[in-house]
C-alpha cells in the first residue's frame, strides 16, 4: 500500500477550532476532485457514515463556488444510494467499513476517513489530529483504483512522504 503524508493546518484555540480546521481541509481536499462526468457540480452529496472522530458538526467548506451536502446513514443505507460523491467514514465496525470499501471501488466517489490515520482500510484520504494541527495521508493505491482524477497539486502538498 502506498500512502503519502500530507497537507497540515493549525488547529484554531478555543470552541470551534477543531469543526473548522476539518470543515476547511474536506472542502479543499474536494476541491482538487474531477470526478469522470466533467461536471462541475454546484453541489456534491457526502454521505456520512459512522461517527466522526474530529467533530460532531460536519458542514465542508468548498473554497470558491459550490457546495457540499451532508447526509447522514448507516452502512446498509449508503450502499443503496447513488447521489453519494463522497463518502465519510467515522468511527464504525471494521466490518462496515470493509463493505463500503468494497462497494466504492470502481465507483466515482471520493473516501475521506478521520477514523483510520495510517489509511490501512482504504479509504483516499485519512485525516489525523497531532499537537493542535489537523494533517491528512493519502492512499494512493486506493485513488489508483478509482475513476476520480485527483489534481496532483494535492497529492504533493506535503512535499513527500513514505510508504507502508
Known amino acids: 500500500m502506498s500512502v503519502q503524508a500530507a497537507s497540515q493546518t493549525v488547529v484554531e484555540d478555543g470552541s470551534g477550532g477543531m469543526t473548522r480546521a476539518v470543515n476547511r481541509m474536506i472542502?479543499?481536499?474536494?476541491?482538487?476532485?474531477?470526478?469522470?462526468?466533467?461536471?462541475?457540480?454546484?453541489?456534491?452529496?457526502?454521505?456520512l457514515v459512522g461517527t466522526p472522530r474530529l467533530t460532531d458538526r460536519m458542514a465542508p467548506d468548498i473554497p470558491g463556488p459550490g457546495s457540499i451536502a451532508v447526509r447522514l446513514m448507516n452502512a446498509a443505507t449508503a450502499t443503496d444510494r447513488t447521489?453519494?460523491?463522497?463518502?465519510?467514514?467515522?468511527?464504525?465496525?471494521?466490518?462496515?467499513?470493509?463493505?463500503?470499501i468494497a462497494w466504492v471501488r470502481g465507483r466515482p466517489?471520493?473516501?475521506?476517513?478521520?477514523?483510520?490515520?495510517?489509511?490501512?482500510?482504504?479509504?483516499?484520504?485519512?485525516?489525523?489530529?497531532?499537537?493542535?494541527?489537523?494533517?491528512?495521508?493519502?492512499n494512493l493505491d486506493a485513488i489508483g483504483r478509482g475513476?476520480?482524477?485527483?489534481?496532483?497539486?494535492?497529492?504533493?502538498?506535503?512535499?513527500?512522504?513514505?510508504?507502508?
Do not use: E
Not at 447521489?83 to 463500503?100: E, N, S, T, Y
Not at 466517489?109 to 493519502?138: E, Q, R, W
Open 109 to 138: 466517489i471520493l473516501t475521506i476517513t478521520d477514523d483510520d490515520a495510517a489509511c490501512i482500510y482504504g479509504a483516499m484520504f485519512c485525516l489525523n489530529n497531532k499537537a493542535a494541527s489537523l494533517s491528512f495521508s493519502v
Open 83 to 100: 447521489d453519494c460523491d463522497i463518502l465519510f467514514l467515522g468511527k464504525m465496525p471494521v466490518a462496515d467499513r470493509r463493505q463500503l
Open 27 to 47: 472542502g479543499g481536499i474536494a476541491s482538487y476532485v474531477r470526478w469522470p462526468d466533467g461536471s462541475a457540480a454546484s453541489t456534491r452529496v457526502m454521505c
Open 147 to 164: 475513476p476520480l482524477r485527483i489534481d496532483p497539486r494535492v497529492l504533493r502538498i506535503g512535499g513527500g512522504g513514505g510508504s507502508s
